[in-house]
């Protein structure tokens, strides 16, 4: 199924400079970039971004890491995107990420993931929508 699904290289790999190596492996899989930008979140951007996670133990550190620096934020589109994004990042935990995938090769810690990626069809449709305007997104 064609889909779009919201993707996030986080502060780490954007300081890495890390960003077109990123973005060639989604290519590489057959997606296609449909939109992207580099933006520095504010705090209540990352909060409201975030807002499923709020009550997490985790929450202050994932906002403050997210605000940390600039993020690159895309658009995918494809064949199962949601899905073969999520696929290509491997696990939240990159000591737990299978090797080649983005985790494995660019994050250094559970807090430090390197990507952000649309979990369900429906979350994926919200973050595209809090990130990009439809004349953004071709
Ligand atoms: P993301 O939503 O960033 O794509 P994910 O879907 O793999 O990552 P989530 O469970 O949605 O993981 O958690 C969101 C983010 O919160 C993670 O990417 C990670 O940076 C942070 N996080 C999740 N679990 C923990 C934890 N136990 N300790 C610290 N940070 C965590
Ligand atoms: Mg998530």
Do not use: C
């Amino acid at each position: 199924m064609m889909e779009q699904t919201l993707s996030i290289i986080k502060p780490d790999a954007v300081a890495k400079n890390v960003v077109g190596q990123i973005l060639a492996r989604f290519e590489e899989a057959g997606l296609r970039i449909a939109a992207t930008k580099k933006i520095r979140l504010s705090r209540v951007d990352a909060e409201a971004f975030y807002a499923v996670h709020k009550d997490r133990p985790f929450f202050k550190d994932l906002v403050d890491f997210m605000i940390s620096g600039p993020v690159v934020v895309s658009v995918l589109e494809g064949e199962n995107a949601m899905a073969k994004n999520r696929e290509l990042m491997g696990a939240t935990n990159p000591k737990e990420a299978a090797p080649g995938t983005i985790r494995a090769d660019f994050a250094d810690s559970i807090d430090a993931n390197a990507v952000h990626g649309s979990d369900s069809l429906e979350n994926a449709a919200i973050e595209i929508a809090f990130f990009f305007p439809q004349r953004e997104i071709y």
